[in-house]
Every structure is written in C-alpha cells, then in structure tokens.
C-alpha cells in the first residue's frame, strides 16, 4: 500500500515560513520521475505550486510562489519538501504531495513543470496551511 503523507503544515503570520514535507512509504514512488506540490483554496480551483523531477536539478514554480517557495527532495529519505517564505494571506489552503507525475502529447512527454492534477498516480491526504 503505497503512501505519501504530508506534515509541517499550520498557521503563521504574515511574512513567516513553514516548511512542509512529504515522505513517500515506497521507493518506487518517490522514484517516480515527477512529483508536485499542489493546493486548494476553499472555493478556488486547485492548483500547481512546485515540481521537480526526482532526477536533475529542474523545478517548476507558479508564479504567485516564485521567489518565495522552495521545492527540494532528499533521496536518501525518500521525502520531498517544500519551504515556505514570506508568506501571504492568498498562500493559505490546503497543501498536497503528488507523486508519478506523466504525460505524453504525440509522443512527447511534457515538462514535469506543465502537468496537472490528474496526470499524477499518487497523493498525499494534504497539510493546511494558514495564513494571517
């Protein structure tokens, strides 16, 4: 039974950080070339906030985040991170790990960075985070 589980999330200030974790219970898993923040506003439509492959140094970052977040992986430990800084009122929703991120278009995959919620295999239960 294969797991991601998120922690590290809570309620900060505007301007703090937090930084949010995300260990995958399978190898396999967190060896699944992409895995992804996301997060979901109450009422908003979810969204992608960091990527990166498990292999090379590539990330992806929306661009509300840019700058201010920080997506990292330590392989030794099979968990990927996500550091939080300066954070703002909007960053405030619940935050989910995705892992076994991919999706070919004609035979092409698409860059770890474009891919959306349902082109990952595996997720976390979420961390909130909250801001004020």
């Known amino acids: 039974h294969v797991q991601l589980v998120e922690s590290g999330g809570g309620s900060v200030q505007t301007g703090g950080s937090l930084k949010l974790s995300c260990v995958a219970s399978d190898e396999g898993v967190y060896g699944s070339a992409c895995m992804a923040w996301f997060r979901q506003a109450p009422g908003q439509k979810r969204e992608a906030v960091a990527a990166l492959y498990t292999a090379g140094d590539s990330t992806f970052y929306a661009d509300s985040v840019k700058g201010r977040f920080t997506i990292s992986r330590d392989n030794a430990k099979n968990t990927l991170y996500l550091q939080m800084n300066s954070l703002v009122l909007e960053d405030t929703a619940m935050y989910y790990c995705?892992?076994?991120?991919?999706?070919?278009?004609?035979?092409?995959?698409?860059?770890?960075?474009?891919?959306?919620?349902?082109?990952?295999?595996?997720y976390g239960q979420g961390t909130q985070v909250t801001v004020s």
């Open positions: 995705a892992a076994g991120g991919g999706r070919r278009v004609r035979g092409t995959l698409v860059p770890c960075g474009n891919l959306e919620w349902g082109d990952f295999v595996y």
